[in-house]
């Protein structure tokens, strides 16, 4: 069984950082695409940053600049370090992975989500 287990959130004041993390563990034969997403109060999930098997990365317009996403394949581990919080980047954090499952002779992938962790931004 796989799942994703994401560490590091907290409460900050504004211009302050944190570094979140999120874990794969079970039986996994590779790892593509990684994300982070959050979501806001009354507001819909959206994608904050993506960084692929092969380390390229890409970011919502609202953190470029201030996020920084990043992984350990050998780990199965992806990391989100946020600089300059704001109040508006007050949210629930979710991790998600394109995870590979050998079964019997083929490959197949599946789409994870982690529990997701409280990030609020206040002073």
């Known amino acids: 069984q796989v799942e994703l287990v994401e560490s590091g959130g907290g409460l900050v004041q504004p211009g302050g950082s944190l570094r979140l993390s999120c874990a794969a563990s079970g039986t996994i034969f590779g790892i593509n695409a990684m994300d982070w997403y959050r979501q806001a109060p009354g507001k819909q999930r959206e994608l904050v940053a993506t960084i692929t098997s092969g380390g390229s990365t890409n970011y919502a317009d609202s953190v470029k600049g201030r996020f920084t996403i990043s992984r350990d394949n050998a780990k199965n581990t992806v990391y989100l370090q946020t600089n300059s919080l704001k109040p508006e980047d007050t949210a629930v954090y979710y991790c998600?992975?394109?995870?590979?499952?050998?079964?019997?002779?083929?490959?197949?992938?599946?789409?994870?989500w982690g529990q997701g962790t409280q990030v609020t931004v206040s002073s």
């Open positions: 998600h992975a394109e995870i590979l499952i050998a079964q019997t002779t083929r490959v197949f992938t599946y789409s994870y």
